[in-house]
């Protein structure tokens, strides 16, 4: 009966293709689920970050960025990285934390699903909900007049801030993968929001602090979007870089979370 048992598992492993894409979905479509029956968690981050869009560029810099384009795509740059980069960190880390602590990682791997299926769940939502964060705050740019650039900058520059999604994604696992789940928000809200000021991401740094800019993802991603903007008074370091370095702290990231879960669950 073991042997049966152990003959039956390795077959289930290997599933034909369309009943392993039929299991990601089904994953991706409970864990898109269960974040939006998470009001508390979803509502904020996406209203937040258009708010305070529209709240300074419009209302308190309006004047400013009328005199100065390029102060308005630094502007629409900083909240659009603030919009794209919280989902990708909050939702995943904080549901990745619940689920283990609650012993949900461990029946995940017993079950009789691809051993991956949960992963690519996590970070398809991640992306799919920073992409719907991002959305509001573009189209209200270019409403507003805020955003001078092309289409085809406009595409560019989302598709960057998209893709730089990815390594806050790995963030997100590597600290749900490591602390409880009342803890996750309270330090992804240490790690994230210091990133968000030291890196320069919604005003110049002064000189003497200009070291220490590139620790941080957030600069990484705003440099991106420069680039695909094609804004040269904002880029200070070369794309390949910025590239290399998001992939860099992708790997680092998805490395502790991967050797967290695999000793304890």
């Not at 299991?23 to 937040?48: D, K, Q, S």
């Not at 960057?160 to 803890?183: D, N, Q």
Request: aromatic share 10%; with cysteine.
């Amino acid at each position: 009966m073991n042997a049966l048992a152990l003959k039956n598992l390795e077959t289930d492993d290997l599933l034909p293709p369309r009943r392993a894409a039929n299991a990601y979905l089904t994953e991706i479509r409970y864990e898109l689920t269960r974040t939006l029956r998470n009001p508390a968690l979803a509502i904020p981050m996406m209203v937040l970050p258009v708010g305070l869009y529209l709240l300074f560029a419009v209302l308190l810099f309006g004047d400013a960025i009328a005199k100065d384009p390029a102060v308005g795509i630094f502007f629409f740059a900083g909240f659009a990285v603030l919009g794209v980069t919280m989902p990708a960190l909050f939702t995943i880390s904080s549901s990745l934390a619940v689920e283990r602590e609650m012993g949900l990682m461990k029946l995940k791997r017993a079950q009789p699903a691809p051993a991956g299926g949960w992963l690519v769940a996590k970070l398809t939502a991640g992306v799919l909900f920073s992409a719907l964060a991002y959305l509001p705050m573009a189209v209200a740019a270019v409403v507003t007049g805020k955003l001078p650039l092309s289409g085809m900058q406009v595409a560019a520059m989302s598709a960057a801030l998209i893709a730089g999604t990815i390594p806050f994604c790995a963030l997100g696992l590597m600290v749900g993968a490591l602390v409880k789940g009342s803890a996750a928000p309270g330090y992804a809200n240490l790690i994230y929001l210091p990133g968000c000021y030291l890196s320069g991401l919604f005003f110049p740094l002064p000189q003497s602090m200009h070291w220490q800019t590139a620790l941080w993802p957030q600069f990484h991603v705003s440099q991106l979007a420069m680039h695909a903007a094609g804004l040269q008074k904002f880029q200070f370091i070369p794309v390949t870089m910025a590239v290399a370095t998001l992939i860099g702290f992708t790997a680092l990231f998805s490395a502790v979370a991967l050797w967290r879960l695999a000793r304890k669950g």
